[in-house]
């Protein structure tokens, strides 16, 4: 029985229906971030931590050798801090600029 080929024609067919590929280049790397000095684990969420400055940066280069290349920072803002508006997050100065 012949196999139909006129749907693999152009490019664009092939790609919609070509198997799907996932990479660790495909992947998002979310990184809880905080302003201490040291990594505290999140009780909400087993196995994830709040990461240091420091910290978060050796996690980065060790994820960017193994090919994931974006990254997501969640900071830990103070209450004080937060507002409807979330003003901290558009502070030259809050954590996730200085990072």
């Known amino acids: 029985r012949a196999r139909p080929r ?10 919609m229906v070509r198997e799907n590929i996932v990479t660790p ?7 809880f971030i905080h302003d201490e000095d040291h990594n505290t ?3 909400s969420m087993p196995g994830c931590q709040r990461h240091s400055a ?4 050796k996690e980065i280069g060790e994820s960017l050798e193994l090919g ?4 997501v920072l969640f900071p830990k803002v103070a209450d ?6 979330a003003c901290e997050a558009y502070n030259p100065e809050g954590i996730v600029h200085r990072s």
């Open 80 to 85: 004080d801090k937060k507002t409807n508006l």
């Open 25 to 31: 280049a495909n992947f998002i790397y979310p990184l």
């Open 41 to 43: 684990e999140i009780p």
């Open 68 to 71: 994931v290349k974006a990254f």
């Open 6 to 15: 006129r749907n693999r024609k152009s490019a664009g067919v092939r790609a």
């Open 54 to 57: 420091e910290s978060m940066l």
